[in-house]
């Protein structure tokens, strides 16, 4: 009876040890099939979730998939990163250990989170206007220049998404100075441009949090083959 019970205690740790290595591969395989798809700088973080994993490896479908994409480019907005959830990844391990190469590895869905930081957004502000970013929205505060005259402005920032775009449109502008200037929303609104999101992303809210504002995006039946 000892050394059934000390077998299987030895069984259940090299099963252990399979699990982790086998999900660090399919991993690995997923890192290097988004990198070459979505032309990334760099291969993302991958993490799945769940186990044991090689439940999930024998069914070929993998329930919950992190992919941390890190700091990016999109358009020439900077962004702090793409924080992207695949949910149902099919990838039949026995295809990926045969024929790595022609396996089409897809995700059913795709939810992902992408976050402009505060720092990205004045980059890109009009000369001389300062945009503060929290929960309850955007504020702004500075100068704009009218007839060469330099006058103290402040106003609230909507946010409008436009094909490719998010858009900066100002209301309750108030100025200081006693210099009246013309629709003086023409010199504080601007726009961001927002390139082409990794796995297909469609943006669907821009919510303005601390220090930033957050871009949700979503996709469904999400190629990852290279």
Request: aromatic letters at 4%; a negative charge.
């Amino acid at each position: 009876m000892r050394k059934l019970i000390v077998f299987l205690i030895l069984l259940l740790v090299l099963v252990g040890i399979l699990d982790r290595v086998a999900v660090a591969g399919v991993e690995k395989e997923i890192a290097t099939r988004a990198t070459v798809r979505y032309d990334l700088d760099v291969p993302p973080e991958v993490t799945i979730t769940g186990i044991p994993f090689l439940t999930q490896a024998i069914q070929g479908r993998y329930q919950e998939v992190k992919v941390d994409v890190g700091r990016i480019n999109l358009g020439g907005a900077e962004v702090s990163g793409v924080d992207a959830t695949l949910y149902g990844v099919r990838a039949p391990l026995s295809d990926l250990i045969t024929n790595a190469e022609q396996v089409d590895i897809r995700a059913e869905r795709v939810v992902g989170e992408v976050v402009i930081p505060e720092e990205t957004l004045n980059r890109r502000a009009p000369q001389g206007i300062r945009i503060q970013a929290d929960e309850g929205g955007l504020a702004v505060s500075g100068e704009i220049t009218f007839l060469g005259q330099k006058v103290p402005a402040k106003a609230n920032l909507k946010i409008e998404m436009a094909e490719g775009r998010v858009k900066f449109i100002p209301e309750k502008v108030t100025l200081g100075g006693g210099i009246p200037v013309p629709n003086p929303e023409r010199f504080i609104a601007y726009e961001i441009p927002i390139g082409k999101l990794p796995f297909n992303l469609k943006v669907t809210e821009v919510t303005p949090v601390a220090d930033g504002l957050r871009v949700t995006a979503e996709a469904a039946d999400v190629p990852l083959r290279g």
